[in-house]
C-alpha cells in the first residue's frame, strides 16, 4: 500500500532537483550568452544610433544601423559609396558632455545591444579613398578624379551636391577617406574641416566599420546598397594609369640606352647591329 507515496515522492525529489538544477546552470548559461554578445560587438557586427539628421533621406533620425566590424579585420578598407561609422578625428564634433547613461543603458551598449553615450562617433558616406582627387565648385557636381558624380538617387531632395560649401580640388592622402552627408546643406563633414590636419580627411583607421543595414524600427528595415554611380569605371582611371605611367617613365631611358649601343655599333668598323 505505501508503494504508490514512495513513488509519488520520489517524482517529487527528481523535480525539485531539476529546478535546483537549472537554477545553478542559469547563471552559467547567461554568463555564455553576455560573453558571445561581447565577442559579437568586438569582432563582429555592432548596433549604432543615428542622432542627427545628416544622412537623410538614407537614414532618419532615431534609425538603428548595424556595422559590419570583422572585414577591417582582415585589412579591407572602406570603398567609394559605403557609409561608414568613424570615430571623431579630432575637432568634428562639439565639446559637449554627452548625457550621463543609466545602468540599463551601460549594460545593453556594453553588448553591443545598444550604442555607447560615451563614444564620439559619426556616419556619413565615403565620397573619395585615398589617392582620389575631389571637389565641387557652384551648384555641383562632386567630381573625383574628373568624374561627375551622378548622386540624385541619395541626395535629400531639393539640396545641391555641394550643399552651398565648395570645395577642393583636395587629393586623399592615402590611408584616409573623404566623407559627406546625404543632407548636405545639413552635414558637418569633410567639407566643414579642411582647416584641419588632412584637409578634411578621415583616416581609415578611425573607421568602425559599414553600416550595411538598418535594423530598427521594422518598419525601415532595408540595407545600405553602394550606389550605382560609384561603379563607373572611370573613377579609377587615375588611379590605374599611375603604374602605365611609371612604366613608360622607366621604359624611356631604357630605349634610349638600347639606341645609343646600336648606333655606337653600326659605326665600328666590322661590327653588324644587333636587331
Known amino acids: 500500500m505505501g508503494r504508490p507515496w514512495d513513488e509519488e515522492e520520489s517524482g517529487s525529489v527528481k523535480k525539485a532537483k531539476q529546478r535546483r538544477s537549472f537554477w545553478k546552470e542559469l547563471p552559467m548559461l547567461i554568463g555564455i550568452a553576455l560573453l558571445l554578445a561581447l565577442l559579437i560587438k568586438t569582432f563582429l557586427v555592432q548596433a549604432f544610433l543615428i542622432p542627427s539628421d545628416s544622412m537623410q ?13 570583422l572585414t577591417p579585420w582582415f585589412g579591407s578598407e572602406p570603398k567609394r559609396g559605403e557609409v561608414v561609422v568613424f570615430h571623431d578625428p579630432g575637432g568634428w564634433l562639439d565639446e559637449t558632455p554627452p548625457p550621463e547613461p543609466n545602468a540599463l543603458q551601460k549594460a545593453l551598449s556594453f553588448v553591443g545591444l545598444m550604442p555607447s553615450a560615451e563614444e564620439r562617433d559619426l556616419i556619413k558616406r565615403v565620397i573619395a579613398v585615398g589617392g582620389d582627387t575631389v571637389e565641387c565648385h557652384g551648384k555641383g557636381p562632386v567630381e573625383v578624379n ?9 541626395l535629400f531632395p531639393g539640396n545641391t551636391p555641394c550643399g552651398d560649401r565648395a570645395f577642393g580640388p583636395i587629393k586623399v592622402p592615402k590611408g584616409s577617406i573623404w566623407v559627406m552627408g546625404d543632407h548636405r546643406q545639413n552635414s558637418r563633414d ?19 566599420g ?22 563607373q569605371p572611370a573613377l579609377n582611371k587615375a588611379v590605374a594609369a599611375a603604374p602605365a605611367a611609371l612604366g613608360l617613365a622607366g621604359a624611356v631611358p631604357i630605349m634610349a640606352w638600347r639606341r645609343r649601343r646600336q648606333t655606337a655599333r653600326a659605326a665600328e668598323p666590322g661590327k653588324p647591329a644587333s636587331g
Request: aromatic share 12%.
Open 146 to 154: 574628373g568624374k561627375a558624380l551622378k548622386e540624385g538617387s541619395y
Open 210 to 231: 559599414r553600416a550595411f543595414t538598418i535594423a530598427w524600427p521594422i518598419n525601415r528595415w532595408s540595407w545600405l546598397p553602394v550606389p550605382d554611380t560609384f561603379d
Open 57 to 69: 533621406n538614407t537614414l532618419q533620425r532615431g534609425d538603428r544601423v548595424l556595422v559590419d566590424k
Open 190 to 208: 569633410s567639407r566643414y574641416h579642411t582647416n584641419l590636419q588632412g584637409n578634411g580627411t578621415v583616416e581609415t583607421k578611425q573607421v568602425v
